[in-house]
């Protein structure tokens, strides 16, 4: 964590010019985090512009749209800002090609529910079509608290979906565990207050002892008995499950050994 600090703290050299208006384009949920937290950060943001708006007098433009639409509103901004970048990680960056210039990219590894997210301590993948598309990425990670690592475009794809299991695939889990915790009719139970604090300790667990050890339960101890108990309640409950039930049993197995 020392490291980390150290990394986030460190000072580079500056741009050829300085860049203190970041406009932000895409009006969603990341566009509006981003433009606070940019603002926050001590940059020229303001309100995120509609997509297809060209903002006036940005020094660099940073599009948070859907990743089908970054060639589109890259070409809307075209020579509107020498610097060009985008907020996805799985897009690469001849997406940007349309705006010409400079391009850069912007993914934070983080879950983005609304304005109020901060990205302050976490990862950000960053990448540039030049050495100051590149700088400026960086910068911006930095000045918002992340921690930058470059990411080229043939590691997107393995990247991003590393991202998406661990997010997104996460909250998928925990709805089906919800709906099955649901469907035993145990009176008076709430998943998501009872479940929470198991879910939110092995997540602590993972991070701090790794996966192996922090994998507890029937699988990991062999006990293929309950294993079995558990399948037929779901073949009788939620039959839909029973496909991801013995994928998930058999990586877990392979990750006990």
Do not use: K
Request: hydrophobic share 45%; aromatic share 4%.
């Amino acid at each position: 964590m020392r490291e980390l600090e150290r990394i986030a703290d460190h000072r580079h050299p500056p741009l050829p010019r300085d860049i203190t208006a970041v406009a932000v384009v895409g009006a969603g949920r990341m566009g509006h985090a981003m433009s606070a937290a940019l603002t926050e950060a001590g940059y020229e943001s303001g309100e995120p512009s509609a997509r297809g708006e060209i903002p006036d007098g940005a020094d660099a433009i940073l599009l948070c749209v859907p990743d089908s639409e970054i060639p589109e509103a890259a070409a809307a901004v075209a020579g509107a800002a020498a610097l060009v970048g985008h907020t996805s990680g799985a897009t690469p960056l001849s997406a940007l090609a349309p705006a010409g210039g400079q391009a850069f990219g912007l993914h934070p590894l983080q879950t983005v529910t609304g304005s109020a997210t901060r990205f302050h301590g976490c990862g950000c993948a960053v990448a540039g079509s030049t050495p100051e598309g590149l700088e400026l990425a960086d910068r911006l990670a930095r000045d918002l608290g992340m921690f930058p690592f470059e990411v080229a475009d043939e590691q997107r794809a393995a990247y991003h979906a590393a991202a998406s299991i661990a997010s997104n695939f996460l909250v998928t889990l925990q709805a089906e565990a919800e709906a099955l915790a649901a469907s035993a009719g145990i009176e008076g139970f709430d998943a998501r207050r009872m479940l929470g604090p198991l879910v939110r300790t092995t997540v602590e667990n993972w991070i701090a002892l790794g996966p192996q050890r922090a994998l507890t339960g029937p699988v990991a101890r062999g006990d293929q008995a309950t294993v079995a108990a558990q399948r037929a309640a779901i073949a009788a409950r939620r039959p839909q499950l029973e496909p991801l039930f013995d994928a998930l049993v058999e990586r877990t197995e392979a990750l006990a050994r």
